[in-house]
């Protein structure tokens, strides 16, 4: 088992930027990728970002991004703390959701590839 406790959510105005993390522990060896999701109110959830947690060769890219956050959004590893950080700029009230960190072995966009989940996050974007 592998659990997943994030941090960092909160209200901000929008410009602003805000960064969330998430600390994994159990059986870590036993995940390969970590990422973000989000949902919004009476919305479906959304995949945000994920990163592969070593080397990253295999796929082409260590990291990948929903079209909506590129540019504005970055993953990043601390692998010896076993945790990902995703920093947050540029936050618009759009970006406003329960923002929830996934664990797998495999890179995917795809929440259903995601077996671990943390508890979420609000994240509030002001106008």
């Known amino acids: 088992q592998v659990q997943l406790v994030e941090s ?3 209200l901000v105005q929008a410009g602003g930027s805000l960064r969330l993390s998430c600390a994994a ?13 989000r949902q919004a109110p ?3 959830r959304e995949f945000v970002t994920t990163i592969v947690l070593s080397g990253g060769s295999a796929y082409g890219s260590s990291t990948y991004y929903g079209d909506s ?23 618009k009230p759009e970006d406003t959701a329960a923002y929830y960190c996934a664990a797998g072995s495999y890179l995917s966009t795809a929440e259903g590839r995601y077996r671990y989940w943390g508890q979420g996050t609000q ?5």
């Open 8 to 10: 960092g959510g909160g």
């Open 25 to 37: 522990s159990g059986r870590t060896s036993s995940v390969g990728v970590m990422g973000w999701f």
């Open 42 to 44: 009476g919305k479906e």
């Open 69 to 91: 956050v590129k540019g504005r959004f970055t993953i990043s590893r601390d692998n010896a703390k076993s945790t990902v950080y995703l920093q947050m700029t540029s936050l």
């Open 123 to 127: 994240v509030t974007v002001s106008s």
